[in-house]
């Protein structure tokens, strides 16, 4: 089993140490689904939702979450990112929007979190956008789909 690497021998809690790592390309991409009912799909499709262009918004804040992410996670470090990507796929049968962020920095540790704050907040992003039509949408499968760079390599979800 792998050891924790943000407890210290005394079981304390630190922040890792990546001073000694060499800068390399590191990509993520992380998703999630929000599902919800026809109507706020259908005004988030057609931009009829009464507090504005939903997808956008969404859109936006996940952007803004992925650079702000070291603020909200004690333990990851402040990343100079150098792209943030988010894209949305409706799914009509399902009534679900199913959120994709790609983030990207050459840095010294992984956009992982990044990635998955990203999608987490747009999704909240959606659902607060669109509960006055459907308090019962719910928000899941936030995961990470793969991730490159850094020592650790290439990781791909299968069945992602």
Known sequence: MKEFTHIDKKGRVRMVDVSGKEPTLRVAVAQGVVSMSQ????????????KGNVLE??????????????????????????????DFFPD???????????????????????????????????????????????????CLLEKSGGKSGLFVRNGG
Not at 39 to 50: C, D, G, H, V
Not at 64 to 70: F, I, V
Not at 108 to 134: F, I, N, P, R
């Open 39 to 50: 109507e706020p799909f259908e005004k988030i499709l057609n931009q009829t939702a009464k």
């Open 57 to 86: 918004t969404a859109r936006i804040a996940g952007i803004m979450a992925a650079k702000k992410t070291s603020d909200l996670i004690p333990m990851c470090h402040p990343l100079n990112i150098n792209h943030i990507a988010i």
């Open 92 to 142: 009509k049968v399902k009534k679900s929007i199913k959120i994709q962020a790609a983030v990207r920095a050459i840095d010294q540790t992984g956009v992982e979190m990044e990635a998955l704050t990203a999608v987490s907040l747009a999704a909240l992003t959606l659902y607060d956008m669109c509960k006055s039509y459907d308090r019962t949408m719910t928000i899941s499968d936030i």
